[in-house]
């Protein structure tokens, strides 16, 4: 997948501006992440949870984060859309492999539509 097609689903106008302040805010935080697989009846088939850090953002990659935990040194590609994101309160979470995180800033959560 080139990165001019990683996100063309969605809406424009749906991704910030590389200078939003949240993003400024954002990068280089833990950040947790619920992925949701929903399937074609829309219901929760599945997820997963994840954390990593903020290492960049623009809109040809969207948010990367660099994965902590047992997938550590994978990166993570996330739409740039700062509405997924909400602080996070502090405490210890644990990733779906088992691996506990501590005070993670923030927590995004997106749905990935499986086809049937």
Known sequence: ??????????????????????????????????????????ALVSYEILAGQL????????????LVGKKSGELLFLPLVPAAFTLQAPGSYLLSCGTIVDDPAFLGAFDIYRPS
């Open 1 to 42: 997948m080139t990165d001019s097609d990683r996100w063309e689903e969605l809406a424009p106008e749906a991704f910030a501006d590389i200078h939003h302040p949240i993003l400024r805010a954002m990068r280089g935080t833990l950040i947790l992440v619920r992925l949701n697989q929903i399937g074609a009846d829309d």
């Open 55 to 66: 290492i960049r953002a623009n809109r040809s990659e969207g948010f990367v984060l660099s």
